[in-house]
């Protein structure tokens, strides 16, 4: 299929009956699945839990247009400039990323082991007329059910809340296209990310709840690389995302807190 910007408004988007979901597999943290479903109804509440990520949404679309434009020649200023392309997001949470994905006109499935999540994406892609296909399952169920490849895939903030972030991040690198790139969002280990990322976020500024994040869990660039080092794939990065407190914005800047890591199958 190729998307359109008839398509966005025309096509009837998917109930939740359409799948009976269940996600199942090795990467799953069940105690991180929990705590996000329980916040499921709030995703898209811009002053809830979830506010500070609606805050710094902008600076990551930005990141993942502009990569993907350059990888693809694409022109940003033109309508649906990623017409006829596929992406998937892995960790879609309640549709922050695959909803204005699908605005600039990729063919979008989103994928999250919390049906409650999903539940939340489906009925707010739903109110906004936008065909998504939602799913409630893990990297691994798609691969084993043999989806894609896709020419884009994005796993934004999900690998630090895995229990093998390893088979995770490899899974999703293999459900790459030749000529496709896989983007993955995380948080440095290191000692600011602990003080700011962590103790500063949740126990002084409030910005996401209690015990959100394990400062342990938090992967430095390095093993990213290695970890997709066996897969056939040119690893690039860090590219950083700073947080201005003068502005309230975030942009690409130094990565000790949050970056980015952009891999590419020729």
């Not at 693809?72 to 990323?97: K, N, P, S, W, Y």
């Not at 896989?182 to 949740?202: D, M, Q, S, W, Y």
Request: net charge negative; with cysteine; charged share 25%.
């Amino acid at each position: 299929m190729v998307a359109s910007n008839d398509t966005v408004s025309a096509r009837k988007p998917q109930s939740a009956g359409e799948f009976n979901d269940q996600a199942e597999g090795p990467s799953i943290d069940p105690a991180d699945v929990a705590r996000f479903s329980a916040q499921a109804a709030e995703w898209w509440d811009a002053r809830g839990p979830f506010a500070p990520l609606h805050r710094f949404n902008p600076a990551r679309l930005k990141f993942v247009r502009d990569r993907v434009a350059e990888r693809f020649g694409r022109d940003v200023t033109t309508r649906d400039a990623f017409a006829g392309l596929t992406l998937l997001d892995v960790g879609c949470g309640g549709g922050l990323i695959a909803e204005p994905m699908r605005r600039l006109g990729f063919e979008v499935t989103a994928a999250d082991a919390s049906s409650e999540n999903i539940g939340t994406a489906r009925a707010h892609a739903e109110q906004s007329g936008l065909d998504i296909t939602y799913r409630a399952a893990t990297v691994e169920q798609l691969e084993a059910e043999g989806a894609g490849p896709f020419d884009v895939v994005l796993t934004m903030e999900v690998i630090e809340h895995v229990a093998d972030p390893e088979a995770f991040v490899r899974a999703c690198s293999r459900l790459v296209k030749p000529g496709g790139i896989l983007i993955v969002a995380t948080l440095n280990r290191t000692l600011k990310a602990l003080a700011l990322g962590k103790f500063a976020a949740e126990y002084v500024l409030r910005w996401v709840p209690a015990g959100t994040h394990d400062w342990n869990q938090f992967l430095k660039p390095d093993e990213i690389r290695a970890m997709l080092a066996p897969e056939a794939l040119t690893v690039t990065g860090p590219f950083g995302l700073a947080f201005n407190p003068l502005t309230d914005r975030w942009s690409e800047g130094d990565s000790d807190i949050n970056y980015m890591m952009v891999a590419t199958r020729d």
